[in-house]
């Protein structure tokens, strides 16, 4: 988010709504009191009504007057305050002469909620000028108990624009809320809204997914807590599959110490009671010997290894490297081989008609021949040839071994992590391991692809 603007995208909405809202209060009070107020006291529509407003209060007026049977002075004095104590309108009465300003008295509403204003002259004489005359033109006479006066009435406008007034700043009021409080209930809503979904997630469900749809401000942090969630979500899984290498690793490690540990025991066991013809066998079972115990200290040195590590990739012991794959596996599968013929197995390595490069870990594919070897030693018919065959392609090498099942064996690895671990071994190396099981014969196919680089 940019810091350096002047305003948010949120407070924009707000001042956007806030100016709306005047606009629309602005509009309102001017189509009360600017154009609906002038239209009621001076339209044609309301002529007649005001017209038929002044003749009932003249008329009351005079009413009045009769009843209390009031004097010419009496009147123009303005004397009696007792008209709007007795009749059902009350009025500003305003006397005065035509030679003297006239002069405003007290005022009260009528019960219709209409002001009037009375004008009261006395009448003239004879000799009065023809603009005295044209002046009382417009005035009604008032019979009084001793002569006449002249009287008009019209609106009080004053009156009538204060309640145009305060209406128009009633509907003022009420559309300027109509605008800004549904906006203020929006954002309250969008804020409890993400409020109780990072609720959830500080629960602990970590599952539920982030909402906050617009491009505001509150979108902004419900899309920074959706990618932080995510990223706790990827470094507990990352975490988990850490675990779960790292259980792996040591199992399969764990596991492949057997092998050239039982190897170990032995040739120990054959230095120990004599099973040897010459000093070439002793001195060769004995190089055996200190060879498995090489392959078991690097094996240990990488299970300590992955104990102290922090992430899958880490521990492995070793390389890379690029090694001369015929005679690699030639000396590999010669070993194994006789290993199987001094077990009852009829065993033969094959031989590689051509040299070839390999780019590989060599402790990784020793682990691969052990497990297999032991595997064929402990599940295959002795009674039945252990069949290998070697073909060499422009990309890959092939190593097919087929053999038959023995029968009480089942077939099946005790551990089950045997044939796991083979597959990841191969895979890091860049090669692959298939298996196929049909009826009682078992093929396992090896497959190691060619350095082309050297």
Not at 136 to 154: H, N, P
């Amino acid at each position: 988010m940019d810091r350096k603007r002047r305003f948010s995208r949120l407070g924009g909405k707000l001042v956007g709504a806030s100016l709306a809202g005047l606009v629309l209060a602005f509009v309102l009070y001017y189509l009360i009191y600017g154009l609906a107020v002038p239209w009621v006291l001076y339209s044609e529509r309301f002529a007649g009504y005001w017209q038929e407003r002044q003749e009932l209060s003249l008329q009351s007026y005079q009413d009045y007057v009769s009843e209390q049977n009031l004097s010419v002075e009496q009147v123009v004095g303005d004397q009696d305050k007792g008209w709007s104590d007795v009749t059902t309108a009350v009025y500003t009465v305003v006397v005065g002469t035509l030679a003297e300003p006239f002069r405003a008295a007290e005022t009260a509403e009528s019960e219709d909620g209409v002001y009037y204003a009375f004008s009261v002259v006395p009448a003239v004489e004879a000799e009065t000028d023809a603009l005295s005359v044209h002046m009382l033109s417009d005035l009604k006479e008032i019979q009084c108990a001793d002569g006449t006066v002249y009287i008009s009435a019209a609106p009080n406008i004053l009156w009538v624009e204060s309640v145009g007034r305060i209406a128009g700043l009633a509907l003022a009021l009420a559309g300027f809320c109509a605008v800004m409080v549904p906006a203020v209930v929006r954002l309250l809503r969008r804020i409890e809204d993400l409020s109780g979904e990072t609720g959830l997630l500080m629960a602990g469900d970590l599952s539920h997914s982030i909402h906050a749809p617009g491009s505001d401000e509150l979108s902004s942090l419900g899309g920074d807590i959706e990618r932080l969630r995510l990223s706790v979500l990827e470094r507990i899984e990352g975490e988990r599959e850490a675990v779960g290498a790292n259980g792996r690793l040591i199992t399969g490690l764990s596991h492949d110490l057997r092998t050239p540990l039982t190897k170990l025991m032995g040739y120990l066991e054959i230095l120990r009671y004599h099973k040897y013809d010459t000093q070439a066998e002793h001195d060769a079972f004995l190089r055996m010997a200190l060879e498995k115990t090489e392959q078991i200290k690097g094996l240990t040195d990488q299970l300590f290894a992955r104990c102290q590590a922090s992430s899958p990739a880490e521990g492995f012991a070793g390389t890379p490297e690029a090694v001369d794959g015929a005679a690699l596996l030639g000396q590999l599968l010669s070993e194994q081989c006789c290993d199987l013929q001094r077990e009852g197995f009829d065993a033969r390595p094959p031989v590689f008609g051509e040299d070839f490069t390999l780019y590989l870990r060599v402790e990784d594919v020793v682990r691969v021949f052990d497990n297999l070897f032991s595997n064929l030693r402990k599940y295959a018919d002795p009674a039945c040839p252990v069949d290998i065959r070697a073909e060499l392609d422009p990309e890959t090498v092939r190593l097919e071994l087929e053999n038959r099942i023995l029968t009480a064996s089942g077939g099946g690895d005790s551990h089950g992590c045997g044939l796991p671990t083979m597959r990841e071994l191969m895979e890091r190396g860049g090669g692959r391991l298939e298996t196929e099981r049909t009826g009682e014969t078992y093929r396992t196919v090896l497959l190691f692809p060619k350095c082309k680089n050297l």
